[in-house]
């Protein structure tokens, strides 16, 4: 069995409280080493505590880690597919809105996945882990972790041989940039290097499919938006890290032979969605009879949003894995010219903001009490449209849900899982429209 790792996490937290919880487990772990002379006791000891660890943390991969358990059998078992020609697909971001429903589309029909997700704090992480709980009901496997950490990515490359990355994990949002830049950066930016190193790095190499965002088309006027319009205008730091990363894959790409398809998503909503959406607050807030804030571009126009189904967004990225050519590279070069594609994935019809908490209001059975105001110039663009040619030519996609059957079925979810309690944490000031 590999020796246990010392990850980068663990000298520099990821999430608050990782250090302070190790230093803690560690001091204890010291002094009981200590007091312990007989090595029997010792092993006495060391057997409780580490029963009792698992019993506190009986789902993370944290604990497989630290103390070298079953781990690479666990990572190996939830990669290996279950069907002739199957995929094996690292997810990270498994634990998030799009993660957890490809990965669990993905291993319903037989592929081998594996999930890497940090669960940060950007929206409330009992949501992450209700999400883990069922792709775990599933056998999926989402191990607790960071795409910065490379320790952790190479011991992932060893223990699987992945055939493709699903690379899903970023910090969303637009207006947060204004509160936590650094978070992009961090996630966006460095960990999708770290990312790109282990994939370049991986022999063989896996096909990389990634999600850059429709916020790339930024203050474009021109509609609908495609793939060959120029994206070199974006109108917030969440923008400008996803243009950034097309930049970098195609890099990689370009020297290391990595296959790399990038999907620009056009606003996603469905069951298990993110909290810090529109969509998602205004449900909340009209159910508990507080105010929503529906924002007008200039001369009061209403903003609208190519609203795309979850469901269309999933069959868009497993079309994408299985139609994404191969890497080219071996031992870090590469051997000839890979594949590098984009994608539009959007519904090609936008909606009115408006129009959506009609729609809501219809569904939810109540009145919406609307405080109307400006946009303010913190990062939104006023309008979205897909055109998704290229993506119904090379990928057969083809959207299927409209925003009112879309929203029917969310709605359906939010009330299943939060009941009347509502206790979804959103903050509507703060939710994307
Ligand atoms: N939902 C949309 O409307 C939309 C639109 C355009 C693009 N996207 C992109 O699609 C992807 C998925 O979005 P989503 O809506 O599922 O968001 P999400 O926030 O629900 O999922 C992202 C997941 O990544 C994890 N994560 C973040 N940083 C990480 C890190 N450094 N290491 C490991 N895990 C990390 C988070 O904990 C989260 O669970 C993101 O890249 C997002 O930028 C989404």
Redesign the pocket.
């Known amino acids: 069995m590999p020796p246990p790792l010392l990850l980068e996490g663990e000298l520099f937290p990821?999430s608050p409280g990782m250090l302070h919880r190790r230093s803690r487990r560690h001091h204890l772990m010291n002094r009981q080493i200590r007091r312990c002379s007989a090595s029997t006791f010792f092993l006495i000891a060391l057997t409780a505590s580490y029963l009792s660890f698992r019993s506190f943390f009986p789902s993370s991969s944290s604990y497989y880690l630290r103390f070298g358990y079953s781990w690479d059998r666990l990572v190996r078992s939830s990669a290996s597919p279950r069907r002739d020609s199957g995929i094996s697909v690292l997810v990270?971001?498994?634990?998030?809105?799009?993660?957890?429903h490809v990965s669990l589309a993905l291993k319903k029909r037989g592929d081998g996945v594996v999930g890497?997700?940090?669960?940060?704090d950007?929206?409330d992480?009992s949501l992450?882990r209700a999400r883990q709980a069922l792709l775990s009901q599933h056998e999926v496997f989402v191990v607790d972790?960071?795409?910065?950490e490379a320790q952790l990515l190479a011991r992932l490359f060893d223990s699987a041989q992945f055939t493709h990355v699903m690379?899903?994990?970023?910090?969303?949002?637009v207006r947060y940039a204004i509160e936590n830049p650094h978070?992009y950066v961090?996630?966006?930016l460095a960990?999708l290097v770290t990312l790109l190193e282990a994939c370049k790095s991986s022999d063989p190499q896996p096909a990389v499919v990634?999600?850059?965002?429709?916020?790339v088309y930024g203050l474009n006027e021109k509609v609908p938006f495609s793939e060959s319009d120029a994206t070199d205008r974006p109108a917030s730091l969440?923008a400008a890290t996803?243009k950034a990363g097309e930049e970098i894959t195609h890099s990689y790409n370009h020297i290391y032979g990595l296959s790399i398809t990038g999907l620009?998503?056009?606003?996603?909503?469905g069951p298990w969605?993110?909290p810090d959406?529109a969509y998602f607050s205004f449900t909340k807030n009209i159910l508990q009879g507080k105010p929503i804030t529906i924002y007008r571009g200039k001369d009061g126009v209403a903003l609208a949003r190519d609203f795309?189904f979850i469901d269309d967004i999933v069959r868009g990225c497993v079309a994408s894995l299985d139609t994404a050519g191969k890497s080219t590279g071996s031992g870090g070069k590469k051997t000839g010219p890979a594949p590098y594609r984009i994608f539009n994935l959007g519904n090609t019809s936008p909606v009115t903001v408006p129009k959506l908490v009609r729609i809501l209001e219809r569904n939810l059975k109540a009145k919406a009490k609307v405080i109307a105001k400006e946009m303010p110039g913190n990062g939104d663009v006023p309008f979205t449209h897909a055109n998704i040619s290229s993506a119904r030519t090379e990928l057969g996609y083809e959207p299927k849900t409209d925003l009112e059957s879309g929203l029917k079925r969310f709605v359906k979810w939010y009330m299943s899982y939060y009941g009347d309690s509502n206790k979804g944490d959103t903050n509507p000031e703060e939710s994307?429209q």
């Open positions: 990821s990270t971001g498994a634990a998030g809105f799009v993660g957890s890497l997700d940090n669960f940060n950007y929206y992480p992450k972790g960071d795409i910065n690379h899903l994990a970023a910090q969303a949002g978070s961090r996630s966006n960990g990634w999600a850059s965002s429709s916020s969440y996803k620009r998503f056009f606003t996603v909503y969605g993110r959406m795309t994307r």
